[in-house]
């Protein structure tokens, strides 16, 4: 059983930037694609940003240029830079990964907060 545990979600002012992590922990199976997703009150939860096993990566338009995903495989954390952030990009920001049998894992979620 797959096992992410996030970090470092907060409040921070309009323009101000945050780093998440998350630290996957419990399985020896591959993992395909790490990634963060957010929801913000009244709305669906959604993709911001993912990286594949391979390096390849994926961002929502609205965080294209913002945003950057890295991973260190060799601590099997994924981290998401978030910088010049907007009060709509407040939301609870969870991480999720895929593994190579297709199955699903979310962590717990964290809440970041953007103040104009």
């Known amino acids: 059983q797959v096992q992410l545990v996030e970090s470092g979600g907060g409040v921070v002012q309009a323009g101000g930037s945050l780093r998440l992590s998350c630290a996957r922990s419990?399985?020896?199976?591959?993992?395909?694609?790490m990634g963060w997703y957010r929801q913000a009150p009244g709305k669906k939860r959604e993709l911001v940003a993912a990286i594949t096993s391979g390096g390849s990566t994926n961002y929502a338009e609205a965080v294209k240029g913002r945003f950057t995903i890295s991973s260190d495989n060799a601590k099997n954390t994924v981290f998401l830079q978030m910088n010049s952030l907007k009060p709509e990009d407040t939301a609870v920001y969870y991480c999720h990964t895929r593994d190579y049998y297709n199955m699903n894992y979310w962590g717990q979620g964290t809440q970041v907060t953007v103040s104009s």
């Open positions: 419990g399985s020896s199976i591959s993992i395909t694609v």
